[in-house]
């Protein structure tokens, strides 16, 4: 049966809004900056059906032409992305290395968020636009920078690897294909990159992440999981991109199964007294699901971030669960998860996953 290529404005669009992936909506490599007009605005509580659009096959280093680049793996003209063809063809300055990879969708202005307010972002539905993805390593990137790629032959640096998954949406599966075998691994679609405009004149760039959210790669933001953004600037200013089909977490090779994603989200503005029964007086990116709170800590050393983890899991178990820190400190020694969330994006992140059942008043 063939699968349907989520063209843009076709297809299922669950939202009551639509913010497709077309001219001034979408920066490539640059966060938006507080002058930059909004792309579409909603009030809180509104659902928004954002279509994103992976770099991988895009980008220089693989020709900047997604149709020739996907021909090469057997994937016809019509189910390349237009969005996708349309941005390549553009005359977008993109220059690698002061820009990032990523293509943002947004900013999306929600009426009356203001800065001290928190963002509620609810992963509603996200849907595969397209039946396959890439994963990239580039030299002097990823965990083993200056070590790898090299070619297998030959043991010699290349500057780039790439290799074409094809993915079974029914099974939710992809596979990786090589001469003598091949693997198959299960998808979890997530946005890598959400966050709110940083107060800042300065374009950022989309590879670090920060008290604005970005490119964090926490794979745990999948499909029914809440994200929380304190607000930088006035009317909040959510962008999103950088879609994700599957991730090991650590990202150790640079990129995720990088695939284009249709995500509809729910946008709602907390007063800091309302938000402060869910995620008590936050300061950075903090998500959950209906299992755990995830507590996010972010700096260029991993073991900075990892402190940082714990320090803001050891916050949300005190401000919201009423532990007492030096409980919280035992507690999450012996029962909560700290994850490596990538090591790969200059800001490196760790996430911890706290069980929300352990606890009587959340169970």
């Known amino acids: 049966m063939r699968v349907t290529i989520l063209q843009p404005h076709t297809g299922p669009i669950p939202g009551q809004h639509y913010l497709?992936?077309?001219?001034?909506?979408?920066?490539?490599?640059?966060?938006?900056?507080?002058?930059?007009?909004?792309?579409?605005?909603?009030?809180?509580?509104?659902?928004?059906?954002?279509?994103?659009?992976?770099?991988?096959?895009?980008?220089?280093?693989?020709?900047?032409?997604?149709?020739?680049?996907?021909?090469?793996?057997?994937?016809?003209?019509?189910?390349?992305?237009?969005?996708?063809?349309?941005?390549?063809?553009?005359d977008v300055v993109h220059t690698r290395g002061p820009d990032g990879p990523h293509v943002v969708t947004g900013p999306i202005r929600v009426d009356g968020a203001r800065p001290g307010d928190i963002l509620k972002v609810e992963y509603l539905d996200l849907q595969p636009r397209v039946p396959y993805g890439v994963v990239s390593s580039r030299h002097g990137l990823g965990a083993l920078a200056g070590e790898l790629p090299v070619d297998d032959e030959t043991g010699t640096p290349v500057p780039r690897i790439s290799q074409y998954c094809s993915v079974d949406l029914g099974a939710r599966a992809a596979t990786m294909r090589w001469a003598t075998g091949s693997a198959t691994f299960p998808i979890d679609p997530f946005m890598g990159l959400a966050g709110v405009t940083p107060d800042t004149t300065e374009a950022l760039n989309t590879i670090p992440p920060g008290v604005h959210g970005g490119n964090m790669d926490v794979r745990d933001l999948s499909g029914g999981s809440t994200l929380y953004l304190p607000v930088q600037v006035d009317g909040a200013g959510f962008y999103?991109?950088?879609?994700?089909?599957?991730?090991?977490?650590?990202?150790?090779?640079?990129?995720?199964?990088?695939?284009?994603?249709?995500?509809?989200?729910?946008?709602?503005?907390?007063?800091?007294?309302?938000?402060?029964?869910?995620?008590?007086?936050?300061?950075?990116?903090?998500?959950?699901?209906?299992?755990?709170?995830?507590?996010?800590?972010?700096d260029r050393d991993l073991d900075e971030a990892a402190k940082k983890c714990v320090r803001e899991a050891i916050r949300i178990l005190g401000e919201v669960a009423e532990v007492p820190q030096s409980v919280a400190y035992l507690y999450l020694s012996a029962a909560a998860d700290l994850v490596v969330s990538q090591v790969v994006d200059d800001v490196k992140g760790v996430h911890c996953l706290i069980r929300k059942k352990d606890f009587p008043a959340w169970a």
Request: charged share 20%.
């Open 20 to 90: 497709p992936a077309e001219g001034a909506a979408l920066t490539w490599g640059r966060l938006p900056t507080p002058d930059r007009k909004p792309a579409l605005t909603v009030t809180s509580g509104q659902t928004v059906t954002i279509d994103t659009i992976s770099h991988e096959g895009l980008m220089e280093d693989q020709g900047r032409d997604p149709r020739a680049y996907f021909a090469e793996h057997g994937v016809s003209a019509s189910d390349v992305l237009t969005d996708l063809v349309d941005l390549a063809a553009s």
């Open 240 to 298: 999103t991109g950088d879609p994700h089909f599957a991730q090991g977490n650590g990202e150790v090779s640079l990129t995720a199964l990088e695939a284009s994603l249709r995500t509809t989200v729910r946008l709602t503005v907390l007063r800091p007294d309302a938000a402060f029964a869910s995620v008590g007086a936050l300061t950075g990116p903090f998500g959950e699901t209906d299992e755990h709170w995830i507590a996010i800590g972010m």
